[in-house]
């Protein structure tokens, strides 16, 4: 695939896109959003719908940023990527996660049928307790040592589907090097009854090889080594170091070149997944997957749910010079969905030159952060609503729950559509007045505290809604911000699937940690010096 410059801050497009937000920046959302007037403008995709009228646009900009979508070649890259081809350049791989989520009838690689139904073999006899550990003991609990990909999206389906766990294991997560976090979940647990399950492609990434380790030796202070491979199962491209491990060959599952890690939830990564919820559940959410690849591959721009939400981030960040974006999932099943975006998003677009190498003239990807609510309400919110920065927000809003308590769901979801509109309308400095004189304050009172009471309003925000929070949906939702993840990058002409500025940290480690345990030969800069020998001699 040839890689030809296309920097969109050369279009005219983005000339004029810098045009109409100096033409309607002293305009409202509610004066500005022609949207508004249809009832929401709600777009109904895969079980989600997505309500864009609280947002800072009209048609004219939907149309212009569309129409910069499209002379960056927003439908064929989508095609090229559906299809399999080697959109990660620098790497010279596909990046073709949609394909773990095929329907058998139509699957394009054969290898993936294959370890889908090695996972449900997996899944079944651990839940159906035919899996046996030593002395044929029932394993009660899986503890899955992974980390980045292999671990923040098995941790937050499983997190989000826990209301769905039942009759099989108890399901753990380890990704820290911090001895702790190993520490505290072997806690309460015995190695006959708990399954070890390591998931690194290269088998020697230092956390999880480490983890992985320190959880051998706890193992086999009860069990015999001999009995080691009824208690590991390995998700890794490595099988020869796997197998010497103590990991049965028959254990071992694949990772692929053509599926990143943080892309990679759908793979054998996701095997915790099966085990919690069972492999059928595990299917629904494949399902709902596939239902937003076919919207984002057969949808017009116009109306394509992913593009428009890439589009919207790059108004906000291009041109209303927004550095951040919060994602506030009302539902506490979704309480981890902003730290799995967190690296889908900012590991993906957080690059600072093009395709070709050539470094970007324009600013790339937003911050992410947020936090369940009503929880952040006490919190953060605060920022949101009188904060001197210009936070875009996604509300995340499943209707209803799986909970019998549906007064306390009514309130959960009174208090999102509560924030959405107190975020766009505001109050102004009058109303605020208005408030505090009916309140019984003076005149002096009421004039000292009305600018501290008005909130300016004004701020973008999107209602990303679903009926419940099922396999399906959760799929769908994670499908849509993986592909406008990819969509803005296609826009902004970068490659979405590289992490070359990862390994700068872990090459640097290597010394430092020599250094650490007693290699005098390691040299290093004076300030880690300081530190190394803070350590070594504390």
């Known amino acids: 695939m040839t890689n030809v410059k296309a920097d969109p801050s ?13 033409k309607h920046q002293s305009q409202s959302i509610v004066q500005l959003n022609d949207l508004a007037a249809n009832s929401g403008q709600c777009i109904d995709a895969a079980g989600l719908s997505v309500d864009l009228s609280r947002n800072f646009v009209n048609q004219a900009i939907l149309d212009e940023l569309v129409a910069l979508a499209k002379t960056q070649g927003i439908s064929e890259k989508i095609s090229q990527l559906i299809a399999g081809e080697a959109v990660n350049n620098t790497e010279a791989r596909a990046a073709h996660h949609s394909a773990l989520r095929l329907p058998d009838s139509i699957q394009t ?11 449900k073999t997996l899944a079944d006899s651990l839940r159906n307790k035919t899996w046996r550990g030593s002395g044929n003991t029932e394993i009660t609990d899986v503890i899955n040592i992974g ?43 015995k190695p006959a009854s708990t399954l070890i399950l390591i998931s690194s492609k290269s088998f020697n990434t230092t956390e999880t090889l480490e983890n992985a380790l320190s959880a051998r030796r706890w193992l086999l202070e009860e069990i015999e080594q001999s009995d080691l491979s009824k208690h590991v199962i390995a998700v890794s491209s490595n099988v020869e170091k796997a197998v010497a491990f103590g990991v049965d060959a028959d254990n071992i599952l694949p990772m692929w070149d053509w599926v990143g890690g ?18 059928s559940g595990f299917n629904e959410l494949l399902k ?20 428009l939400l890439a589009l919207l981030e790059i108004w906000y960040v291009n041109f209303c010079a927004a550095h951040s974006s919060a994602v506030l999932p009302y539902s506490h099943e979704l309480g981890l969905f902003p730290d799995y975006l967190q690296q889908l998003t900012m590991e993906s677009n957080g690059k600072q030159v093009h395709k070709d190498g050539s470094h970007v003239t324009h600013r790339t990807c937003p911050t992410i952060w947020g936090s369940a609510g009503t929880i952040g309400q006490h919190s953060f919110h605060q920022l949101l609503h009188q904060g001197t920065e210009l936070i875009p927000v996604d509300f995340i809003l499943p209707l209803h729950s799986h909970s019998d308590e549906q007064n306390k769901q009514a309130h959960l979801v009174a208090n999102c ?17 208005l408030e505090l004189a009916d309140s019984g304050l003076s005149e002096s009172e009421v004039s000292a505290l009305a600018s501290h009471k008005a909130s300016p309003g004004n701020r973008p925000n999107t209602i990303i809604a679903m009926d419940k929070l099922t396999p399906s949906n959760l799929g769908a939702l994670v499908a849509l911000y993986e592909h406008k993840v990819y969509a803005a990058s296609v826009v902004w002409d970068i490659n979405a699937f590289d992490q070359w500025g990862v390994e700068l940290g872990k090459q640097l480690s ?29």
């Open 10 to 22: 050369n279009t005219h497009h983005w000339k004029k896109l810098t045009e109409l937000h100096d």
């Open 109 to 119: 690689r054969p290898e993936v049928s294959a370890t889908q139904q090695k996972i």
């Open 147 to 189: 980390i980045g990909g292999s671990d923040l999206g098995p941790r937050m389906v499983c997190n989000a589907l826990s209301s769905l766990a039942s009759e099989g294991p108890r399901v753990h997560f380890v990704a820290n090097i911090d001895p702790r976090d190993l520490e505290t979940t072997l806690q309460g647990l």
């Open 262 to 279: 943080r892309y990679s939830l759908w793979s054998a990564i996701g095997l915790p997944i099966a085990i919690a919820i069972g492999y």
């Open 288 to 307: 709902g997957a596939h239902a937003m690849d076919k919207h984002f591959a057969t949808a017009p721009t116009e109306s394509n749910l992913p593009c």
């Open 417 to 433: 559509l509560a924030q959405s509109k107190a975020l766009t309308e505001g109050k102004n400095e009058a109303a605020a007045e």
């Open 510 to 538: 290597t010394p430092i940690y020599a250094a650490l345990t007693g290699d005098s030969s390691a040299s290093t800069d004076k300030t880690t010096a300081f530190w190394i020998k803070r350590f070594t001699q504390s």
